[in-house]
């Protein structure tokens, strides 16, 4: 019943949108994507991912299937003068079976590859290499290794080709944990301790934020992840282990010890903030221990500079509204000791 | 606005009349009037709500971007979410339920005209102390989700959450009466031979949708009653330290939040099941499958809930329950989707705009169904939840389902409410613009969610391969705002224009297309019989001759005393004791006074 007439208006306008619509997408599939959850690099995250992918394609053959027949439906069915009045067709028993059992089948390829991924991920691993403890703050991460006695912030190290079994709680309210480009999230929830595993398997540093809403700042929680080779891995933990002290020996130019007098004494960061080996013992913010090797600072949201720095501890609101360190009243110059001083902590 | 709609009822009017001026619409009790309250006072939310939508598109546009700050943004998404589901669409669609059911059932009113009135200023209460926080230092900011335990006085040291609890137990008793209300009318008043088989798709779906609002809100005021009691008197029942459980706030607000949706969805589908047939010239294909289907998905809707949750750590179990069931919805709504296609199959198709609107529903809840079926899908939700991949979906069927069901509805009864018709040329305009906007608004949105963009973040960092996507969002949300100027301007123009519908002009099936537009006060001069499911096409309407006797209920300004009183001791909660005492004894009075007015 198809024929060779003009097509109605509306239809042509139809095809044309969707070519826009298409190469409007292409256009924007271009870039760079560090945060991906379609770049999977570990067995979890490449799981989930040909799973979705998967299911994707069934989604395309329904797409086609309905959107087709819609558009052949309303181009062969559009009025036409002088076409007879339709049939009062009030259904047909078998088509519609027909149209209820296909949804089902479709859904059997589906569900069962999404039980078998699900039982798989979402029990504990089958080995635990690399422990880790999270804990969730408004708005940051503090990253406890129980095994290596490593306290840190923000930044995430762990070797490749381990799998990393995760302990993840929070401090105040409800989190979530995602670093997509190795698994999916996980909720840090107040009174639960839940857990999350992925074995990274390509060496890298990976962005990644908290994805549940949590406040203020919540955009501003973000946190990178290293995946190392194992020598790399083991000279980062060797360096976390040091204390403060041994690494204040190592050289002293003015600016850097105005910088310590400060934050140990006017500035008043010792009461939230520690150094291990020093008095600074506060625990209400990131350990600073290490803080001068990270190569972000206030939860991945500034590059770990001495400009950076000076602003932060500045004006810790400007970066990061709401967030709860207090502005403890430093001048630019003063702020650029402190700074000084904790870019020396490596 | 009730100049507008006086003008437009004053012709018309054989048999009753409608008295004129500000107080008559203020002590109404007519179902007619009440439903275009309902609709006014929900456009004028979909407007607000819109505005929010823009003001956060505009932060979003270029990354680091400092048009608002995190706090107003915060406000802004949550008050953006919490206007459009309770106070903009399901007014709409309470003002369509509130207008049409009782003329679809032949009936002269719905069961409680008062009562109808009083669930009607309540929601107004509700909604005008809720958006009241943005005056009183701040609206909620915890997302309309309002996740314990950042909802505590803690966290959320301001009003905002205390206005988060008010307003919406008072919006939703609003909806828990207007549902008693409909399930009743709808049950007992419909007109000789209507039998539950004949009766129209719209109408089926409001009685679905009303056993779903009484089900549904229960839990959720729970919820915020313990929140209530959390903030003000010091309970825990979301505190962990204190024995309590932030994730019980999770369960008890999606066991109302996942049904909610569904009572969104549902009255669009019923609109476009009776608009489809209309202009297809054609019964309805597979009547009862799609009857059958709606209330399977009203049903399964209870089991699904923890689907919002599969990031939680609830368990294999139960997510791959949860999963299971999630999936299973699929297969009623495609058949929905099938039906509404083969009832097009071989009819002859008028493309006039609620038609137009019909078919993008069609074509745009199929996009959010399939990609719902992706993230019922537990483990591939894990990279899904929180991100703008939800936000794509559920604008997919929430705006191309709903949104697009509601203006089918617009333009199919806006002659039927006015007795003019609303102008085609600029309708279809608006339809080629609404559909191209929030296509090119929301289908970059998958894209920016699955490579990582989590939602509900007031900027993000430029180099994450998001800002093409938000960009090309936001300038798809300017071409949804001319689109709607469009619809603002046809409609105000239509209203100006001449009264030409008539009773039928779309040669429609159903009753309420049996009486003069807008119909007579009591609707029907004689009750009509009905011996078929069309009852217009194929001679299935009966009309008894002669006269028949009925008495049309009073005006009574009651339920307005009843409603303003328990808005004052709503605010007394923030005020103080003596508001919300005399709020209580304001209400008191108004529910004596209701009870022993005379009734003639
Ligand atoms: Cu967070």
New interface residues.
Partial sequence: MTDGRPRVPGHRRMLMFAALAIASVAAACGGDFPQSSLRPQSDVAREIDSLFRGIFWWAMVVFVVVEGALIVAIIRFRERPGAPKPRPVHGHTLLEIGWTLAPAIILIFIGVPTMITLWRIDRPPERSEVRVEVVGHQWWWEFNYPDLGITTANELHVPVGKTVDLRLRSADVIHSFWFPRVAGKRDLVPGRVNQLWFTPDSVGVYPGQCAEFCGTSHALMAMRLHVEAEEDFERWVEQQLREAVEVEEAGDDPLVSAGRDLFFGAGGCISCHQIRGTVAAGILGPDLTHVGGRGTIAAGVLENTLDNLASWIKDPHDVKPGNLMLDMGLDDEQARQVAAYLLSLE | MATAEAAAHSEGKAGGTYAGGLWSWITTVDHKRIGILYFLSGLFFFLVGGLEAMLIRLQLAVPENTVL???VF?QLFTMHGLTMVLFAVMPMAAGAFNYIVPLQIGARDVAFPRLNAFSYWLFLCGALLLNSSFFFGGAP???WFA?A??TSSQ?SPGHGMDFYVLGLALAGAASIVAALNFIVTIINLRAPGLTFMRLPLFTWMTLVVSFLIILAFPPFTIGTIFLLFDRMFGTLFFE??GG????LWQHLFWIFGHPEVYILILPAFGIVSDVIPTF????L?????VVYSGILIAFLGFGVWAHHMF???L??IA??AF??LT??I??PT??K???W??T????????RAPM?FS?GL??MF??GG??G??HA???????????YFVVAHLHYVLFGGTIFGLFAGIYYWFPKVTGRLLGERLA?AHF?LL??GM??TF??MH?AG????????????A???FE??NL?STVGAGITLLAMLLFLLNFVRSLRSEATAGANPWEASTLEWATSSPPPVHNFDVTPEVTSRDPL??DGIALPAGEEEFHMPNPSYWPLVVAGGILMAAAGALVGLPVALLGAAVALAGIYGWSFEPIH
Avoid at chain 2, 244 to 247: H, K, L, M, R, Y
Avoid at chain 2, 280 to 283: C, E, H, L, N, V
Avoid at chain 2, 344 to 351: K, L
């Fill in positions: 700050s995190a706090e915060n900011s915890a997302g996740y335990n950042l966290f962990p330290s309590g459980d932030p994730v297809s010239r054609k019964p294909f597979g009547y009862p499958v990031s939680v750590g368990g294999p997510n791959s999963s299971g999936m299973l699929a297969i495609g058949v989707m099938f039906n296609i083969a097009m199959w071989g009819g002859s198709i008028r493309f137009l078919i069609v074509a199929t996009i399939l990609s079926v992706m899908s537990a483990p591939a939700d894990l990279q899904q939840t929180d991100t279809t080629w559909l191209i296509n090119l289908f970059p894209f699955l490579h990582g963009m989590p939602r509900r973040t007031f900027t993000y960092p180099g994450l391969g093409g996507y090309a096409w194929y």
